[in-house]
């Protein structure tokens, strides 16, 4: 069984687990006893210890080899990578890009990976008006809004003002059924998210979450 288990190591845990059985000489034997039980465990049986070992094994770790490791143009924040397209295409086209680089389009679901965003997004306008796709449409049925991974939007959670999302339809009648952040001028500090003709060709935000 041990035999297959060291097989089956990833880069980081071979290392991990061999500087706790050396710290095990001097720290206390029940500590590194219980960390043992719940590592060989995880192992056996991943699914009767999910979120048991530390978070620094899987953010750190993990999403540093798998994410950032010769990709400089990926970036990380939290547990999730980010890439900043400045290429233009259509949102369709950008979610796809994505997908083939192993993520998604962008899905936002806190504060501080709003307010991280804004921050990066100051950075790489380049002129007015310039807009990022996120991963959020209502192509599906109108004002039903679900991420690129299927998911629902958080109602509470939606950056919208000036009207929007106003499925203006006056230059395409088939509406606005794709959403942007990231307005130079007339959004109150990049707080705002837009929803836009989709074929549109804009910058996009790309996305890999590794660990839940």
């Known amino acids: 069984m041990f035999s ?3 097989q089956s190591l990833g880069p980081f845990e071979a290392p991990v687990l061999l500087f706790y059985f050396i710290t095990s000489l001097w720290i206390s034997p029940l500590v590194s006893a219980t960390f043992l039980l719940i590592f060989f465990t995880n192992r056996m049986f991943p699914t009767l210890t999910e979120g048991l070992l530390p978070n620094s094994l899987c953010s750190d770790l993990y999403i540093d080899e798998m994410c950032l490791n010769n990709r400089p143009e990926w970036e990380r924040y939290q547990r999730k990578c980010y890439k900043f397209n400045t290429r233009k295409s259509s949102w369709t086209e950008s979610r796809d890009s994505c997908r083939d680089q192993g993520g998604d389009l962008v899905k936002i679901d806190s504060i501080y990976e709003q307010i991280f965003l804004e921050i990066r997004l100051r ?3 380049e002129e007015k008006e310039d807009k990022f796709w996120i991963g959020l449409t209502d192509s599906k049925k109108e004002g039903r809004w679900l991420w ?6 958080d109602e509470s959670f939606y950056f919208s003002c000036f009207c929007e999302p106003d499925d ?16 130079k001028e007339g959004a ?7 929803d836009k003709f989709c074929d549109v060709p804009h910058k996009s935000i790309c996305e890999k979450s590794f660990c839940k």
Do not use: H, Q, Y
């Not at 690129?148 to 939007?153: I, N, Q, T, Y």
């Not at 203006?168 to 307005?183: F, I, L, P, S, Y």
């Open 148 to 153: 690129a991974d299927g998911s629902p939007l």
């Open 123 to 125: 950075e790489l306008m």
């Open 4 to 6: 297959s288990l060291s």
């Open 188 to 194: 109150d500090d990049l707080k705002c998210w837009f």
């Open 168 to 183: 203006w339809k006056k230059k395409n009648t088939a509406g606005e059924d794709c959403v942007r952040m990231g307005e």
